[in-house]
């Protein structure tokens, strides 16, 4: 059986559709393997929406499907994305999920 296609990598800018990536979110979401698109929808049109304090002041952590976003919805400034999985929130293991290579 061939093996799955993979898709290309996406680097993360510094801004996207008015949400603004601090250097943290940028290096995690491109050693993630995630897609700065999806991050921002997930802050756009999350399924659950719950407070992040102990991410600082401000926080939201914003839940859409496996992706989990913690973000500052007044600043618009996304903090950090991670897979919504405890077990999986290795970067290895977003990549996987994210169906990119390394």
Known sequence: MPA???????R?????RGWRFTPHAREHIDA?????HQVVAACEGA??????YNY???RIR??????????????????T???RSHEQWGDDD????????A
């Open 4 to 10: 799955p296609h993979k898709r290309p990598r996406i």
């Open 12 to 16: 993360c800018p510094r801004e996207l």
């Open 32 to 36: 993630r393997g995630f897609d700065p």
């Open 47 to 52: 399924e659950i929406t719950v407070t992040a």
């Open 56 to 58: 600082g002041p401000g």
């Open 62 to 79: 914003f839940i859409a499907g496996g992706l989990v976003v913690v973000a500052v919805p007044e600043t618009r400034e996304i903090i």
């Open 81 to 83: 994305a991670l897979l």
């Open 94 to 101: 977003a990549r996987r999920a994210s169906g990119v290579s």
